[in-house]
């Protein structure tokens, strides 16, 4: 989705310059993924890591704001943003043409452009793991994000696959209404979120760590460890949740543990991450890689100057896929087209747009 936080912090530089960015958005506002998100969840950093370029969040700056705080924020933003943002834009394709590209919304008038950024963001596609069984068990299957809240889970057996931060807070979530276990293939990391007094994000900030670049050099990002105060950790030591191995398969609506016992289930619950959400660059040929992930050096497209990536986890830093670290890729986004556009091109002399999943102009 392009008009989410990838895609406005993106309009942002190039409003400074003087452009006037078009945002094609998919959805009916400009509020990324957020409102898909389920009730509880909050920033992993404070108010005061969490702000897009030109805008402080707003009251403490200490506090983590809550879901609906975060869902409008992007909004309030994106109405102060100079751009013309479209909603209700969905993107099919996007073809090169010249020494540019033609933007093909659903329904729409073809657009052309100078630069493309794509930033739809990390959590287009659910995934859903190959596990044996699972087509067929007979039990309630969803996706993290599917759920919302545990109250329809009452008094139910429930496990949730995963052993990120998704999986951990809705298990913990969930066993204050039903009995739940999170399953996974290793023991759950954690990462203290305060340390001497101060959130983690502060000291990440203070020693560069945040923003230093070794995304350009990992071929396969490492799955970050769970942010937790201490309860988490504490509840998943007292067995509240209980923590499972992995299981194999399914059967029914049975699962075989490791020990040999086997079970009913009432609900699995998948908290197994995205993928990218590519489909409309397929046609760019080398743009996309294995699984759909995008090819891209630094955010960069190695194939067709122009094509920027916004928002992909590790695009280039730790907080790449951040609240807090989307501005300062895109401040680089911006910066590498701006020399982009000033290159002649006689084929598109004197057309300036910048396209996000979303197209910029």
Known sequence: MGGGQSGLASAHAPVRTGLKPVVLEASDRAAGSWPHHYDSPTPFSPARF?????????????????????????TSYA??????????????????????????????????????????????????PDLPGLEGFAGQVLHAADYRDPA???????????????AVQI??????????????????????QHLLGKDL?????????????????????PAPPVLDDGRHR???????????????????????????TTERLDALILATGYRPHLPHLAGLDGTLGPAGHPRHRGGASPTHPGLEFAGPEWRRSLSSNALRGVGRDAGRVARRLAAHLARRCPLHLGSMCVNIDVCRM
């Open 50 to 74: 969490s702000a897009l370029p030109g805008m402080p969040f707003g009251g403490d700056l200490d506090r983590y704001p809550h879901r609906d705080e975060v869902v409008a924020y992007p």
């Open 152 to 166: 329809p889970f009452a008094g139910q057996r429930v496990v949730a696959v995963g052993a990120g931060n998704s």
């Open 201 to 221: 994000h502060f000291w990440l900030t203070r020693t560069g760590l945040d923003t230093a670049p070794p995304g350009r050099l990992l071929k396969t990002p």
């Open 171 to 192: 298990a913990a979530e969930l066993a204050s209404e039903s009995r739940t276990s999170p399953a996974t293939r290793a023991p759950v990391k954690f990462a203290r």
């Open 79 to 128: 109405a102060r943003l100079q751009a013309d943002i479209r909603t209700g834009q969905h993107v099919t394709a996007v073809g090169a043409d010249g020494c540019g590209f033609t933007v093909e919304p659903e329904g729409g008038r073809q657009l052309s452009a100078r630069a493309v950024v794509a930033a739809s963001g990390s959590f287009g596609r659910p995934h859903r």
């Open 234 to 260: 504490a509840a998943l030591t007292a067995d509240s949740p209980d923590h499972r191995p992995m299981f194999t398969r399914l059967i029914d609506d049975r699962v075989p543990w490791t020990d040999g």
